[in-house]
């Protein structure tokens, strides 16, 4: 059974940096994509980042780009494998439900494409 299961969200003021943590087991995620959507109230779920496990190209929407990065660590026996998202220069636009999600994608973007997804860690930046 896959489980994807994020942490580290939480309250920072506006220039902050927090780091999310998204704990994926269950299968082994060597030929996925893991990626990072959120959602603000009233809107829709938007792309963050994501990273290829074969290879580890990165991709980044340009709204965050320069100021979040997505790193992974594999476990060696895939059991628990790590996705991070660290975020600095934190803007109060940034608050938000962030969801860690991951699947055999061609459209890293596109959220349709992920077959399993996270709970959610709450981010709220205050101004």
């Known amino acids: 059974q896959v489980q994807l299961v994020e942490s580290g969200g939480g309250l920072v003021q506006a220039g902050g940096s927090l780091r999310l943590s998204c704990a994926a087991s269950?299968?082994?995620?060597?030929?996925?994509?893991m990626g990072w959507f959120r959602q603000a109230p009233g809107k829709e779920r938007e792309f963050v980042a994501a990273?290829?496990?074969?290879?580890?190209?990165?991709?980044?929407?340009?709204s965050v780009k320069g100021r979040f990065t997505i790193s992974v660590t594999i476990s060696r026996d895939n059991a628990k494998n790590m996705v991070y998202l660290q975020m600095n220069s934190l803007k109060s636009e940034d608050t938000a439900v962030y969801y860690c999600?991951?699947?055999?994608?061609?459209?890293?973007?596109?959220?349709?494409?992920?077959?399993?997804w996270g709970q959610g860690t709450q981010v709220t930046v205050s101004s």
């Open positions: 990273i290829r496990m074969s290879g580890g190209s990165t991709f980044y929407a340009a």
């Open positions: 269950g299968r082994t995620f060597s030929s996925y994509a």
């Open positions: 999600a991951a699947g055999q994608v061609r459209g890293l973007a596109n959220p349709n494409e992920y077959d399993y």
